[in-house]
Nanobody, 126 residues
């Protein structure tokens, strides 16, 4: 499975962005897919789970800090995962990664080990 993110950019605080993650390959084996972010100065192991979705029932999870601002969705026909972000804050600045797993389902402890994208930069200015 290959994951390719797009949609990042520079936006002013209060603005919106929509991230996309295109998946190709044996995507039918995926059990969950989600978005992580790595803020400036953080190490890879400190990446924060932002949102995820289980592929079997479409159940979702979002971190509390974004629940009223971000929405995760997917277009199954297009094999694409989205993260719609509104009311962006400077603290949302990070590289956002798409990641997926073939065993674990989506929950607050989702740590995929199978597939990661290269990331897309989101920068929010004051």
């Amino acid at each position: 499975v290959k994951l390719v993110e797009s949609g990042g950019g520079l936006v002013q605080a209060g603005g919106s962005l929509r991230l996309s993650c295109g998946a190709s390959g044996s995507t039918s084996d995926l059990t969950a897919i989600g978005w992580f972010r790595q803020a400036p100065g953080q190490e890879r192991q400190d990446r924060e789970l932002v949102a995820c979705v289980s592929t079997d029932d479409g159940s979702t999870w979002l971190v509390d800090s974004v629940k009223d601002r971000f929405t995760i969705s997917r277009d199954i026909a297009k094999n694409t995962l989205y993260l719609q972000m509104h009311s962006l804050k400077p603290e949302d600045t990070a590289v956002y990664f798409c990641a997926a797993d073939e065993f674990f389902r989506c929950n607050g402890g989702f740590v995929p080990t199978d597939y990661w994208g290269q990331g897309t930069q989101v920068s929010v200015s004051t």
